[in-house]
């Protein structure tokens, strides 16, 4: 935990109280809360999260995780196709 900490000070310390441009990161939560002009996860983390959602049997979840995996697995397509 103090560890985290030290890390969001040095984060702060280099974006400054607000950061105007975009974030791009893992899914670290030393960058949760930042604020931002906007974020950008990573893709293989979401991907990963959206898994462990469809495994919760919750109101519209299966349908929202299959959607969204339907579509980061379509970005990576896409990305292999133009490499």
Known sequence: ???????????ETMLGNEFAGVLSS??????????VGAQQKCLAHL??????????S???????AEAF???????FRQHRLRA
């Open 69 to 75: 995996l339907e579509l980061i697995d379509e970005a």
């Open 26 to 35: 893992d899914d670290f939560s030393v960058y949760n809360g930042v604020i």
């Open 47 to 56: 991907r990963r999260h959206f898994k462990k959602v469809l495994q919760i």
């Open 58 to 64: 919750h109101g519209n979840n299966t349908v929202v």
């Open 1 to 11: 935990m103090l560890r985290t900490l030290a890390l969001r000070a040095e984060l």
